[in-house]
Nanobody
Framework: QVQLVESGGGLVQPGGSLRLSCAAS????????MAWYRQAPGKQRELVAQITETGTTNYADSVKGRFAISSDNLKNTVFLQMNSLKPEDTAAYYC????????????WGQGTQVTVSS
């Protein structure tokens, strides 16, 4: 099992920036990819950004050019730098880890709220 703890959410004005962090512990040597998802009230959870163990990244079209995902393998932490934030970015953001341990598995963090409002 992989334990994930997110931090860095909060209230920010449109056009502002936030940096989310996700610290992983547990079976971290088996992690294939980590990702950030978000879920706004009344909407389905959606993929925001993903980074694989080889450093390959993938972004939702709505955040390309504004968000950047990165990892610090020494600290087992994944970051999501969010710039030029818009009100439509308001959501609960969740960290996810995809890993192999007697089969492919996926674990989630508890989520951190991001609110973009003036």
């Amino acid at each position: 099992q992989v334990q994930l703890v997110e931090s860095g959410g909060g209230l920010v004005q449109p056009g502002g920036s936030l940096r989310l962090s996700c610290a992983a512990s547990g079976v971290i040597f088996s992690i294939h990819a980590m990702a950030w998802y978000r879920q706004a009230p009344g909407k389905q959870r959606e993929l925001v950004a993903q980074i694989t163990e080889t450093g390959t990244t993938n972004y939702a079209d709505s955040v390309k050019g504004r968000f950047a995902i990165s990892s610090d393998n020494l600290k087992n932490t994944v970051f999501l730098q969010m710039n030029s934030l818009k009100p439509e970015d308001t959501a609960a953001y969740y960290c996810n880890a995809l890993y192999y341990s007697s089969g492919w598995k996926s674990d989630w963090g508890q989520g951190t709220q991001v609110t973009v409002s003036s």
